[in-house]
Nanobody
Framework: QLVESGGGLVQTGGSLRLSCAAS????????MGWFRQAPGKEREFVAT????????DYSDSVKGRFTISRDNAKNTVYLQMNSLKPEDTAVYYC???????????????????WGQGTQVTVSS
């Protein structure tokens, strides 16, 4: 089970840190990712991180502004979002790849565990 938190309303240029707490399974063996979905748009990839945190990948739209990290001792993955823009407004979802899959992926269909999402709204 994945539970996101940390969303909210922030002004342009502001920062937020999202958290995703995992329960059940062996968290430190899962590739984790963040996706987002804006109203009327498809769910899009944001960032992903290998089980040991050694490798990360970002979409071009957030690279240099967002940072994904994880604390396996706390079964939590984070998304630090800086220099937020109105176009970052969306529901943000945490996701996990199936156990045993060690490669990173930008495809939502590669993930089989999803949180309920947390709303991020950036005002102009």
């Amino acid at each position: 089970q994945l539970v996101e938190s940390g969303g909210g309303l922030v002004q342009t240029g502001g920062s937020l840190r999202l958290s995703c707490a995992a329960s059940g399974g062996t968290f430190n063996k899962y590739v984790m990712g963040w996706f987002r979905q804006a109203p009327g748009k498809e769910r899009e990839f944001v960032a992903t991180i290998k089980w040991d945190g050694a490798i990360t990948d970002y979409s071009d739209s957030v690279k240099g502004r967002f940072t994904i990290s994880r604390d396996n001792a706390k079964n939590t993955v984070y998304l630090q979002m800086n220099s937020l823009k109105p176009e970052d407004t969306a529901v943000y979802y945490c996701a996990g790849r199936p156990f045993g899959y060690s490669t990173l992926s930008r495809e939502a269909r590669a993930y089989d565990s999803w949180g309920q999402g947390t709303q991020v709204t950036v005002s102009s």
